[in-house]
């Protein structure tokens, strides 16, 4: 990877869900505009297991080959926080802009809404994508 490209951090409490996935889509739809990282203030033994099936199911993403569940320390310095939505218990990380995703947890949910989930999140790194090329974010 290029090192002058900048450095996202997708982060949540737990770092085992919407976070994850996040960062398994940003690696596979944004390489080559920014380098993708996922971290929380607690961490789960396991990444989600309905996560881990979906995104093998729809995008062939083994999340579970590539990623584990890290605290912020985990991570380096880095230049974009996209939060996911996890309200007044969000963790802090220094960066050059921030912004939240407000993501429902789909935890404990149906398929349906797991695939919901992840195709926002899909657009938003899409939408992330477009804006750090254009240069409109920092």
Known sequence: MKNNMPKVAFICVHNSCRSQIAEALGKSLA???FE???AGTETKPQINQD????????FNIDMEKTQYS????DIPNVDIVIT???NVNCP???????ED??????T???DEDFILTINKIKQNILDLKERIKENTLM
């Not at 996560?51 to 729809?58: D, G, H, L, P, Q």
Request: hydrophobic fraction near 30%; aromatic fraction near 8%.
């Open 108 to 110: 404990g949910k149906s």
């Open 84 to 86: 996911m939505g996890c």
């Open 31 to 33: 390489s080559d505009v």
């Open 36 to 38: 993708s990282y996922s």
């Open 70 to 73: 890290k605290l912020l320390s």
């Open 51 to 58: 996560a881990v099936r979906i995104m093998k199911e729809k």
């Open 101 to 106: 995703w407000g993501l429902e947890d789909p």
């Open 92 to 98: 802090f990380l220094p960066c050059k802009h921030r």
